[in-house]
């Protein structure tokens, strides 16, 4: 069945089409473009209409365009617009309305991607479930997630970010929620906020997306909660570690590669695992559930199904890299966390690696951290703050990357006080010398700091350049 024909599009976006066509998906890279895709030509980093005559090539069914790049055929398959971003937010909005299923919202300052994953996983078999594959939760990427959703999804789970103020309200409204989830509240891109207040208002513009009726759920152990459910609308739902809070985490004990949670709703036990080391997980599965039974799934069923779920790529996964072939006990343990960084996060991943044991008697737990980016004026008080972070005490070496981890590296005391460098391309080879058998090795930072460099250089250490599975051995 096709995504979109010609004429939907045309009706969606007042545009004026050149051919009669019809895609089977929306696409704005031309590398990974499927056949069959309406290529967008949006203005980013790039002219994306410097790359209409490569996507039609590449088997794109259309391209939609504000202007007909040179050198087109005339018969070539178009959607002519006045503004292409506009259009897209177009497409997106008629693709809510033409779906009558139930659409979820999520935000926060940390764990959107992961609570959105688990989301898809706890609502597989339950009905067809819509999501991003990335973390497309930007001013582009929620019209592109919407415009992308088949008519017959009965759940979209929608990602929705934002760095500066008057980002997520609009886009909550394009996406017209029946849930609006907030996972945490946390200094994060305070650079375009003057305090932790600004940020929970701005995360609590979610709420202007919600439908009549449709449920907003907040966690309930913040310094923000007042805040948040002032802001909400009646009946809202809260989650976390409170004695008040609708749906109360009792007990989360984390294992090697599992973390087993026990919880309180309405009177009942819910008793859940997630398939992953980290207490921050058990709070994002808490969310979870709680989403998925105001959006009428069956709890017993999300449950099971969460239990499933594992962390995606850099943000939390955990490897097994062998490094002798005659012996594969002899390896590290990397977990990669390497996708971004705030002081929230980076604290819930040092709990972890805290909290996990080493495979050999004379392994040691060691965390390589990339600066936190946008964090404004207090930036180098936060980075050295994490020298308090009481799960240090169980960490023996700490490896620091960027001019901001520089005050980190500084507080640290001398025992644990790894490396240094200015730039991950700079650590990257000395991680050869700087862990060993039997090693635990958290590498976390944020994007543009490209930790994932470090833990391609760990992962090359293993005799056969592979990780082992996704955290079992």
């Known amino acids: 069945m096709a995504l979109w024909t010609a004429a939907e599009a045309v009706a969606a976006t007042g545009g004026k089409t050149h051919g009669d066509w019809q895609v089977r998906g929306v696409s704005i890279d031309t590398r990974t473009l499927a056949k069959g895709d309406l290529f967008v030509a949006l203005k980013d980093m790039r002219d994306g209409h410097d790359f209409v005559a490569q996507a039609l090539e590449n088997g794109a069914g259309a391209a939609l365009v504000s202007r007909i790049p040179k050198g087109l055929p005339e018969d070539a398959p178009l959607l002519v617009v006045e503004d292409v971003l506009c259009a897209l937010e177009a497409l997106g909005r008629a693709a809510r309305a033409r779906m009558t299923g139930k659409v ?36 582009w990427g929620v019209p592109l997630t919407l415009a992308r959703m088949p008519r017959e999804t009965e759940f979209a789970v929608i990602e929705i970010g934002m760095n500066h103020p008057g980002e997520i309200s609009p886009l909550a409204q394009m996406a017209d929620l029946d849930v609006a989830l907030i996972t945490i509240v946390a200094p994060a891109h305070l650079e375009a906020f003057e305090n932790i207040e600004g940020i929970a208002r701005e995360k609590a513009a979610i709420f202007d997306g919600l439908r009549p009726g449709g449920t907003a759920i907040i966690n309930g152990d913040l310094g923000v909660t007042p805040l948040l459910r002032e802001i909400a609308p009646d009946g809202a739902q809260s989650f976390g570690r409170s004695d008040a809070s609708d749906w109360h985490l009792l007990d989360a004990e ?23 080391p980290g207490k921050h997980f058990a709070m994002n599965g808490l969310a979870a559930l709680a989403a998925c039974v105001a959006l009428g799934a069956d709890l017993g069923q999300s449950v099971v199904n969460l239990g499933q779920w594992q962390p995606p790529q850099g943000r939390g996964q955990r490897h097994f890299l062998s490094l002798d072939g005659s012996d594969e006990s002899l390896g590290i343990d990397l977990i990669d966390d ?136």
């Open 254 to 276: 984390q294992g090697p590669h599992a973390t087993v949670c026990r919880a309180r709703h309405a009177g009942e036990a819910v008793l859940f695992k997630i398939s992953a």
């Open 338 to 473: 390497a996708y971004n960084a705030n002081p929230a996060s980076v604290g819930a991943a040092l709990d972890v690696l805290a909290g996990t044991g080493t495979s050999q008697p004379q392994g040691r737990r060691i965390a390589v951290l990339g600066d936190m980016k946008e964090l404004g004026p207090t930036e180098a008080d936060l980075h050295a703050a994490l020298a308090q972070h009481p799960g240090l005490e169980n960490i023996a070496k700490i490896h620091c990357v960027g001019p901001l981890m520089k005050h980190l590296h500084a507080a640290l005391p001398s025992d644990r006080q790894g490396a240094w460098a200015e730039t991950s391309e700079a650590l990257a080879p000395e991680m050869r010398r700087l862990v060993h058998a039997g090693d635990v090795v958290m590498v976390k930072g944020s994007l543009s700091m490209k930790m994932a460099l470090i833990v391609d250089a760990i992962t090359k250490l293993s005799h056969s350049g592979q990780a082992k599975g996704k955290g079992h051995r």
């Open 104 to 139: 979820i919202g999520v935000t926060g300052s940390v764990g959107k991607t992961s609570t959105k994953e688990m989301l898809r996983s706890c609502l597989s078999g339950q009905g067809v479930v819509h999501a991003a594959e990335k973390s497309y939760n930007n001013h």
